[in-house]
């Protein structure tokens, strides 16, 4: 005696091929546990219900066609009264042993309905196909699995058996273009229980033409959205905390069109407009970016041991390229949902027209061209290096779109596939053929050793940096060293205060740097040497926590390097420096610059840091003293665009930065040339424009419009202590 009777429901729908129905409707009948047999036909098709007849099937149909699949299965639920209900995809066969897999599930009153592993039969068929089921492998193994610990396994169109009662609960399926999602929100918003069995008990029909493809793909896309934007608002209170997460997360897969076009964009943006997406040094963007890249390796990898079949594992690269260019159709699907526009429920075509597909390919191939045409365009304008790596992912985006585009060619396809498939062929490419699976194997596997190395060494690399960073300075003084933090604003004094005991005489008198709180300023200021140092007037200035910029024209003398380095020494915490040397040749000025710097090591003055001011944009590169002589850049800016001398200003030297890939670790610092009214607004731009730049210092007119340099409390704590 079964423990329960069951119902088994297929559907068909005029066009579907007749041999497919026929081939389930055959498989349905040989299901060994007890039940009754639905043919639910939307085309009242004589032919399928002289099948029907034949093999004992029940055959419905109906006069008013509502709600497309979910209104014709429950239609047909009227008639049925089994206590269970599969519901079976016309394209999908199952084993004669399915129900003996599920329904002891059932015998927990609880459980509402229980979901079998999707898979399909037809991955060879063509690229597409092979795409399109690579894409589920995870989805029908891990990612469900995991659903199924926290009661939100997802309700599939196909292979699911329902409670009827839970069905009618909800009154039946729920109508929508995905409507087995909105019927799994509606059961699970009930109180009922869902339980995936990860076996494969089915075999169905994968999309195997990109018509097909991105057909299903749109109606998924509009259905999904709309059923995150109308339906799961009305639910959320009934839902469990987990399943609030589920379904607010499973629709955003869909989003991945709109982060597909960024992705796009951003290259290509960035070399016709000369503007870089991110101000950080290329080593730097690799040490982050390589544990990012290796813990999602890792990830995938240990996912292949919840696969449902050995023939799944790899990297799933057909479905990965069918992903990307199906960018355009899930962003369509998006502005379809907020435009409210209707799709219409088209069953996906189970039958492919092998034709080449270019027409339905325009949107990527437009992409493509944009590619190019920005990588040929940048080639003429600025070929730095930051515009090389931007040329790069620009080229490797459009290489991917075009093996999508290709996938759609199966005209083209299919006549390489017969070439290479003859016996001359075959026997030349067979070496080639060993050696690439060899090689594929040593990838994969090197691949994952790469991966787990790389955050081993990226972790340990950072946490020296770290370590570092802590030794040498104190916290509040990091950003000296790194220039992570937000934008400093500072002050330029233009002339000398004669109380402080130093005669300025350099080519910038003194300078103040400012971190701006939201309730005060912290002044660092920076005074101008001339015959001894003014170490009272530093520590003053750093005890109300200041940290001095110290500019001076620097000669040749190492007898005087010494006495300022071993003075400097003294004052322990982080001093900047930015000496202005004469030289006649890049060669000798590096020599001058390096023999300064080393001085200053010898001497163990470790709390200084070197501010470096190019002798002109054009020499730059020729002068840069090396990356590890140089803290920051402190260059000239001007906020009018009209000025005169535009040589000098920021601009000019800019592109000779991004040219050298040793400059891009190092942060800048910029001096305003012209008295600014606005100064919020013209940090804003800067903060907007110049992400490098990590310190502003404005003349000192504009600053005592903005903010006092010194308090009179600290204005007098300095010069008490300088007299």
Same mark, same amino acid.
């Given at each position: ?196 069995? !990860? ?33 799961? !608002? ?141 990588? =040929? ?12 790596? $931007? ?25 390489? $596939? ?129 940290? !001095? ?79 590890? =002589? ?60 110049? !992400?490098?730049? =990590? ?29």
């Amino acid at each position: 005696m079964p423990l329960f009777t069951v119902d088994i429901l297929t559907t068909s729908c005029p066009g579907e091929p007749h041999a497919m129905v026929v081939q389930t409707l055959e498989a349905m009948q040989a299901v060994t546990y007890p039940h009754t047999s639905y043919l639910c036909d939307e085309g009242n098709d004589p032919y399928l219900r002289a099948v029907c007849e034949q093999l004992g099937v029940i055959h419905v149909t109906r006069e008013v066609k509502i709600n497309a699949k979910a209104g014709n299965i429950n239609h047909a639920l009227k008639q049925a009264t089994g206590e269970l209900c599969v519901v079976l995809d016309p394209d999908h066969v199952p084993a004669p042993d399915f129900l003996d897999h599920v329904v002891p599930f059932f015998s927990n009153s609880k459980v509402g309905y229980v979901q079998v592993v999707q898979a399909y039969g037809n991955q060879q068929e063509s690229l597409v196909a092979k795409g399109a089921a690579e894409q589920t492998y995870h989805f029908y193994g891990p990612l469900m699995m995991g659903m199924n610990s926290y009661n939100t396994a997802q309700a599939i169109g196909a292979n699911c058996t329902f409670r009827r009662a839970a069905l009618d609960s909800i009154g039946g399926h729920a109508a929508g273009l995905t409507e087995d999602m909105h019927t799994a929100m509606q059961l699970h918003a009930a109180g009922w229980q869902s339980v995936y069995v !990860p076996r494969v008990l089915s075999r169905g029909l994968v999309p195997s033409t990109l018509g097909a493809f991105y057909s299903q793909q749109l109606k998924w896309a509009r259905g999904a959205f709309e059923l995150l934007f109308v339906v799961y !608002p009305r639910l959320f209170r009934q839902f469990s905390w987990r399943q609030r997460l589920h379904y607010a997360i499973l629709p955003l897969y869909f989003l991945s069109g709109l982060i597909t076009l960024i992705d796009l964009a951003v290259p290509i943006y960035s070399l016709a407009f000369s503007v870089y997406p991110w101000h950080i040094s290329l080593p730097a963007f690799v040490l982050h970016l390589a544990p990012l890249l290796g813990i999602g390796l890792l990830i995938r990898y240990k996912a292949q041991r919840w696969l449902r079949d050995p023939s799944e594992r790899g990297l799933h690269l057909a479905g990965g390229f069918l992903r990307v260019g199906t960018w355009w159709v899930y962003l369509l699907g998006l502005v379809y949902t907020f435009l409210r526009v209707r799709v219409p429920y088209i069953p996906t075509p189970k039958e492919g027209n092998y034709e080449n597909e270019l027409r339905i390919c325009l949107p990527n191939i437009f992409a493509i061209a944009a590619c190019a045409i920005a990588v =040929k365009f940048a080639g003429y304008v600025d070929w730095s290096p930051y515009s090389r790596l $931007m040329a790069f992912l620009a080229t490797v985006n459009a290489a991917i779109l075009l093996v999508a585009v290709v996938m759609g060619q199966h005209v083209w396809a299919r006549t390489i $596939m017969t070439d290479l498939e003859s016996q001359f062929m075959r026997r030349l490419l067979s070496p080639f053929k060993r050696l690439l699976l060899g090689m594929t194997l040593r990838i994969e596997s090197g691949a994952i050793s790469l991966a787990a190395a790389s955050i081993v060494i990226m972790g340990l690399t950072d946490s020296a940096l770290y370590i570092q960073s802590g030794l040498t300075y104190p916290a509040s003084y990091a950003w000296l060293q790194n220039g992570d933090e937000p934008l400093r604003v500072g002050t330029q004094l233009n002339h000398p205060y004669t109380t402080v005991p130093v005669q300025f005489a350099s080519l910038q008198n003194s300078k103040l740097l400012a971190y701006i709180y939201p309730d005060h300023v912290t002044d660092v200021a920076a005074l101008t040497l001339e015959d001894k140092l003014p170490t009272s007037a530093i520590l003053t200035l750093q005890h109300q926590g200041t940290t !001095p910029l110290l500019t001076w024209q620097a000669d040749s003398s190492v007898a005087n390097w010494r006495a300022l380095a071993q003075a400097l020494r003294k004052v322990r915490q982080p001093v900047l420096l930015r000496p202005i040397l004469r030289a006649t040749s890049p060669v000798a000025y590096r020599a001058t610059w390096l023999a300064l710097t080393n001085e200053f090591k010898a001497c163990g003055a470790n709390n200084v840091l070197w501010a470096w001011t190019p002798p002109s944009p054009a020499a730059l590169q020729a002068y840069f003293p090396g990356q590890d =002589k140089v803290n920051w850049i402190a260059l000239p800016y001007s906020s009018n665009h009209t000025a005169s001398n535009t040589s000098v200003t920021y601009m000019a030297y800019r592109h000779q930065l991004a040219k050298n890939m040793a400059l891009h670790t190092k942060p800048v610092m910029l001096f305003m040339q012209d008295d600014v009214p606005d100064q919020k607004r013209v940090l804003r731009q800067i903060q907007e424009q110049y !992400p490098e730049v =990590k310190v502003v210092l404005f003349q000192e007119e504009t600053r005592r419009k903005s903010v006092p340099l010194l308090s009179a409390r600290k204005s007098r704590a300095l010069f008490s202590s300088a007299n």
